[in-house]
Nanobody
């Protein structure tokens, strides 16, 4: 199971740190790629950032140096530091983990940026 946390309400220009924790239920496969995605009302889900087990990172074009993704393989956790937030960053943020047993999604955490 994946649990995302850290969302909330912040003013434009502010910061939030999201965290995703993978907890073991039954057989737990090794986690390969992990990522953050977001979905705003009326829009499709889009990639925010991904990070491979070896630390290879990919960001969505809109990030433009404002967000930093990181992970701790030993703890099965992933974080997303978001700075210089904009109202258009308002969305539900989901974490994803890919394993040989399948791809898993967390329930999402709401991020709201006020202008």
């Amino acid at each position: 199971q994946l649990q995302a946390s850290g969302g909330g309400l912040v003013q434009a220009g502010g910061s939030l740190r999201l965290r995703c924790t993978a907890t073991e239920t039954g057989t737990m496969f090794r986690i390969n790629d992990m990522g953050w995605y977001r979905q705003a009302p009326g829009k499709q889900r889009e990639l925010v950032a991904t990070i491979s087990r070896d630390g290879i990172i990919n960001y969505g074009d809109f990030v433009k140096g404002r967000f930093t993704i990181s992970r701790d393989n030993a703890m099965n956790t992933m974080s997303l530091q978001m700075n210089s937030l904009k109202p258009e960053d308002t969305a539900v943020y989901y974490c994803q983990a890919a394993t040989v047993g399948g791809t898993y999604w967390g329930k999402g955490t709401q991020v709201t940026v006020s202008s």
